[in-house]
């Protein structure tokens, strides 16, 4: 089924795959689960394998050709704000502030849009972690984009492989790898990552203050331009100070 679904979306190969050179990093969420190691400090900056969470995702960015991101901030901002200061010697920082009032993960992205200067651009949750595959994950995500049909193409790791995932999935993938949702009550074979490609055109007519992405998400599904490709490597949603634990030993096991 998956090398189905990948060779239905890889229409022209003949075209190499280039990484858009901004990605949006959400890292303005109050990190409630993540406490009591958020008391103090904001969940983007709480460490996995020695390293703080974001810049897991800096470097990962920078490694696939990322030259600029732009990180939204609300919760101790001050401290994500001279964090990311550093960071300006390898990458290309502007910041979204969000101190006045958290606007969720759409709105975020309507706050942050004049500041993304390329379309499509990646976005990106600051609390995941992965692991690539065979090849770059975002190399193989946008390689996979095709304007023409997409608006949104997410990352989506199936359920079995989704580590310290509570859930029962997210969504299902049709043959020729669009998106759907899963049904209520039952289960989905797939786990969105918090990673994915996105058209600027899906923010088209987008609601003023706090929403959540599945607004423009469901309005993509039900064109028929929300897509998915799998993740080929490891993927941890590290939500809890034991998912962080959780973490480090499948990391030392791999």
Request: hydrophobic residues 45%.
């Amino acid at each position: 089924m998956t090398a189905t679904i990948h060779r239905a979306l890889r229409l022209r190969p003949d075209i190499p795959a280039e990484v858009p050179r901004t990605a949006m990093v959400m890292a303005a969420g109050l990190g409630k689960r993540m406490r009591p190691l958020t008391a103090t400090r904001p969940k983007p900056l709480v460490e996995v394998a020695g390293k703080p969470l974001l810049d897991h995702v800096l470097d990962r960015l920078r490694a696939a050709g990322v030259e600029r991101v732009v990180v939204n901030v609300h919760y101790l901002a001050d401290s994500l704000e001279a964090h990311l200061k550093a960071r300006c010697r390898d990458l290309d920082v502007a910041i979204s502030d969000e101190r006045e009032l958290l606007l969720e993960t759409g709105g975020g992205l309507v706050r942050a849009l004049p500041q993304i200067d390329c379309d499509p651009f990646i976005a990106v949750n600051s609390d995941n972690y992965w692991v690539d595959g065979p090849s770059d994950t975002l190399k193989l995500l946008a390689s996979h984009w095709d304007s023409e049909r997409m608006d949104a193409l997410l990352l989506l790791v199936p359920l079995a492989r989704a580590g310290n995932h509570n859930g029962v999935g997210d969504f299902h993938l049709d043959p020729g790898g669009r998106v759907r949702r899963r049904a209520k009550g039952r289960v989905a074979p797939f786990v969105y990552t918090g990673i994915q490609l996105m058209a600027k055109r899906l923010l088209d007519g987008a609601p003023d203050g706090p929403f959540s992405t599945n607004l423009l998400w469901d309005k993509a599904i039900l064109e028929g331009r929300c897509f998915g490709v799998v993740h080929q490597g490891l993927w941890f949603d590290v939500g809890t100070p034991a998912a962080i634990t959780a973490t480090e030993q499948a990391l030392e096991r791999d």
